[in-house]
Structures are given as structure tokens and as C-alpha cells.
């Protein structure tokens, strides 16, 4: 499973940015997808998460009401709605996934993952 990650950039506070991430793969429907990101000198953390059938999904608290996780099975894309924007949010974002369809909250718990977007959010 390759993955690559892409959209983000520089936004205002308070601004928007949508991330892709595509990926390869027939069974692309049955993988569970997650978001996960890591900001300078800190650890990598769970965004959000979404089942293969994209009808279960979670969010971290900390993003929760401002970020949506979708999914298009027919483009292979799994897509990460940011709004309501804080610097707080300034990090490299990776989408990872789980063939199997399991989804978690766990770096360890996706064992393919994409090379990261930087989103950075001016003040």
C-alpha cells in the first residue's frame, strides 16, 4: 500500500484547508484510513479516523466540531476537511492505513503510512 498525502500550506488563523491523501491498492474500500500529525517537537497524535465503508468515524477532541474525515472508494482518496483553523494546528499531517479494516487511535495500529503535508497556521 503506497499512500501520499498532499494540500497543505500556509492559512490564516481561522482559515480552511482541505488534505488528500491517495492511495494504492484494489481493496482500497476495505482499508481503515486515519490522520494522524505531528507538530515540532512533539509526538506524532491521532487526528481522526475513518472505516473502510467511511460510515464510522472519530475525531480527537482537540479538532473535534472543526475537522471532517471522507472518502471516495471509487478515487482511492481519503480527505481531511480543516476548518475553524488554530496555530495550534500547525504540524505535518500523514494519513496512514490498515488493511484489514481496523481502525485505531494508535500510531502502531496502521501499518502503512504516507510521507506527510505541513500545514502551518499563521496568527
Known amino acids: 500500500v503506497q499512500l501520499q498525502a498532499f494540500g497543505g500550506g500556509l492559512v490564516q488563523t481561522g482559515g480552511s484547508v482541505r488534505l488528500s491523501c491517495a492511495a494504492s491498492?484494489?481493496?482500497?474500500?476495505?482499508?481503515?484510513m486515519g490522520w494522524f500529525r505531528q507538530a515540532p517537537g512533539k509526538e506524532r497524535e491521532f487526528v481522526s479516523q475513518?472505516?473502510?465503508?467511511?460510515?464510522?468515524?472519530s475525531y480527537a477532541d482537540s479538532v473535534k466540531g472543526r475537522f471532517t474525515i471522507s472518502r471516495d472508494n471509487a478515487k482511492n482518496t481519503v480527505y481531511l476537511q480543516m476548518n475553524s483553523l488554530k496555530p495550534e494546528d500547525t504540524a505535518v499531517y500523514s494519513c496512514?492505513?490498515?488493511?484489514?479494516?481496523?481502525?485505531?487511535?494508535?500510531?502502531?495500529?496502521?501499518?502503512?503510512w504516507g510521507q506527510g503535508t505541513l500545514v502551518t497556521v499563521s496568527s
Open positions: 496512514a492505513a490498515e488493511p484489514s479494516g481496523r481502525v485505531g487511535v494508535l500510531v502502531f495500529e496502521y501499518p502503512y
Open positions: 491498492g484494489r481493496s482500497f474500500g476495505s482499508y481503515g
Open positions: 475513518i472505516s473502510g465503508s467511511g460510515e464510522t468515524t
